[in-house]
């Protein structure tokens, strides 16, 4: 669907679901916002119309277990992305492979408008690979935790940061924007972490990055790091007024300060919280992947991050680029290249993130969608589904019958519905998923039946019994005009002593042969519902009748007794 389309429908969906849900959304938006939009910041100095959306779904998306892009499938989402919105795509780490530099550069000549940007160590070989990609943007990182500095770099303090100060100054000599992480920023003491971004900000570094590497931070831990890295980095004075620490540091007070920016690990599952929590102290860029791919549990999910700064947080469109329409489609893009289902309950993405199934909540819905959804799924290019189940109401129900054409009252009896409905409850109870394939053989079998009301034979019980070296066995109780009678019957399967076991119950009513029976599977699946269909003679008259069930011998039964009391008598529905 075109960006043109979604509007229109998106504009139709808004003004039918909730006539005031320009209201409702004021109300969503957070209070100190409002009172300081003329000048464009929040309470924590963050300037809205800069706010950046720094996506790496092509570099850290690609570094989850199991998962590799073809060249062809990371100019795809490279291009999609640049529809979407984002401000800067890192397209990936040119000195990995001769691939992965090809792969970089080819996202670089597709001439985007997001800034294209490169990662690479502290080293001149990987820079020189970044100057060679012919990138706006270089993404140096170096560890700088003390786990990474003994165990990993086996580098002193000061080695560190006269790498940093040498990468970045190299970088920048070379004509490129630089941005700078310090690599397990959230393991590293505090007040050697200002030194490293002080020594960087000396260099004149563009951006710099505070990596959550793997995931530890809460909301409030990461509230009171920014918070203290801005005291630092705006201060002469060093963390607890040590001489010496402060000798070290050079920095000038007028020093203009660099863009800040996260990159929020998922590891306990708070990668879009602390992002947030970030952005609320100022922070205006933030690292995304489409979908939350990434190392281990993965990274902040760009869909769940934008949706919440654009309908919790009322950030402005003309402040936020990304087209929240959109998110759908490239969510299912980046599935279908990385070979990650979509979770049904992913949060706005997800195929459920808008199904609703119980009669309360779908009875609801109908009335005003509102009621039992947060936003439309049209927001976010997602689509609304009342699920079929032991749960739907006869609201759902009627209204996805009348999707189907069928309207009760016109071309459909209120008894057939309430035997559609009682099917669906059933097929429910008994675990099924009713698809729309499942409702139309349900349909299908009721419409095409006596009406209840006027059937002379009813089934009321059958219970079989069969396995290996058991001779199969069936017992039916069956209700004829009123009275109820039981017969038990063997046959060579229970198919055949359910139908032998009807035949000695029904045998004195209606003297009817089974000349043909047919068997389809109406739907997919283990669980698939069988389609019967059979055909009895009775006095040179002929009939042809059918049944619908999960259970293959039940239908079979029911379409018998269907087809009696088509004999019995001659009223049918069309």
């Known amino acids: 669907m075109n960006n043109k389309k979604l509007k229109e429908e998106n504009k139709k969906e808004n003004k039918k679901e909730n006539n005031n849900k320009n209201n409702n959304k004021n109300n969503n938006k957070n209070n100190n916002k409002n009172n300081n939009k003329n000048n464009n910041k929040n309470n924590n100095g963050v300037n809205l119309k800069n706010l950046e959306i ?3 779904t092509l570099r850290d998306g690609e570094q989850t277990p199991e998962v590799s892009f073809p060249i062809k499938a990371k100019l795809e989402i490279a291009s999609k992305l640049d529809e ?6 890192e397209a990936g780490f040119p000195i990995t492979s001769n691939g992965e530099f090809e792969a970089v550069k080819k996202i670089k000549q597709l001439d985007l408008n997001a ?7 502290c080293s001149n070989k990987d820079i020189d690979a970044v100057i060679d990609c012919d990138l706006d943007r270089i993404h140096l990182f170096i560890a700088t935790s003390p786990l990474h500095r003994e165990y990993k770099l086996k580098k002193s303090k000061e080695q560190i940061l006269n790498k940093i100060s040498e990468s970045i100054i190299y970088a920048k000599e070379h004509g490129l924007s630089v941005e700078f992480s310090a690599e ?12 490293v971004y002080k020594e960087a900000i000396t260099s004149k570094v563009d951006y710099i990055d505070i990596p959550d590497t793997v995931g530890i931070l809460t909301p409030k831990k990461m509230e009171n790091l920014i918070k203290d890295l801005k005291s630092g980095l705006e201060t002469n004075k060093a963390i607890n007024n040590s001489s010496t620490l402060t000798n070290q540091i050079n920095i000038k007070s007028n020093m203009q300060m660099p863009v800040l920016s996260v990159h929020c690990h998922n590891d306990f599952g708070l990668a879009v919280a602390n992002s947030l929590s970030a952005f609320e102290q100022g922070v205006s860029q933030i690292h995304c992947t489409v979908n939350g791919i990434g190392e281990r549990a993965g990274n902040t999910d760009l869909a769940e991050f934008v949706s919440s700064l654009k309908f919790l947080c009322g950030i402005e469109p003309e402040t936020l680029t990304i087209k929240t329409e959109l998110l759908s489609d490239i969510s299912k893009l980046v599935a279908h290249y990385t070979n990650i289902p979509i979770a049904p309950n992913k949060p706005l993405v997800g195929r459920n993130a808008f199904a609703h199934e119980s009669g309360i909540h779908t009875h609801g819905v109908i009335a005003n969608a509102l009621t039992y959804e947060p936003i439309s799924p049209f927001d976010v290019g997602n689509k609304r589904r009342l699920v079929l189940g032991k749960h739907a109401g006869a609201h759902s129900i009627k209204l996805k019958l009348q999707e189907m054409g069928l309207n009760v009252g016109k071309n459909l009896s209120t008894e057939q519905f309430e035997e559609i409905v009682d099917k669906i409850k059933a097929l429910g109870d008994k675990g099924k998923l009713v698809l729309d394939a499942d409702l139309r053989a349900i349909i299908k079998d009721v419409t095409s039946k006596v009406i209840k009301s006027k059937r002379v034979v009813n089934l009321e019980q059958l219970a079989v019994i069969t396995g290996i070296n058991v001779i199969p066995t069936a017992s039916v109780a069956v209700n004829i005009a009123g009275k109820r009678y039981k017969a038990s019957e063997m046959g060579v399967g229970p198919v055949d002593a359910s139908l032998k076991a009807l035949e000695s119950v029904v045998g004195e009513t209606v003297k009817a042969k089974l000349i043909e029976y047919t068997i389809n599977a109406a739907t997919g699946g283990s669980d698939a519902i069988a389609d019967v269909v059979v055909k009895l003679e009775n006095n040179k008259k002929i009939v042809t009748a059918k049944s619908t069930s999960e259970d293959v011998v039940h239908a079979s039964v029911e379409a018998v007794i269907e087809g009696i009391n088509r004999l019995l008598d001659e009223s049918t529905i069309n």
Do not use: H, K, P, Q
């Open 115 to 121: 800034t294209i940007c490169g990662l690479s160590r």
């Open 84 to 89: 979407l919105g984002v401000n800067t795509i």
């Open 184 to 195: 397990d920023a959230t393991r590293t003491e505090l007040d050697y972490l200002i030194r």
């Open 54 to 56: 720094f996506d790496t």
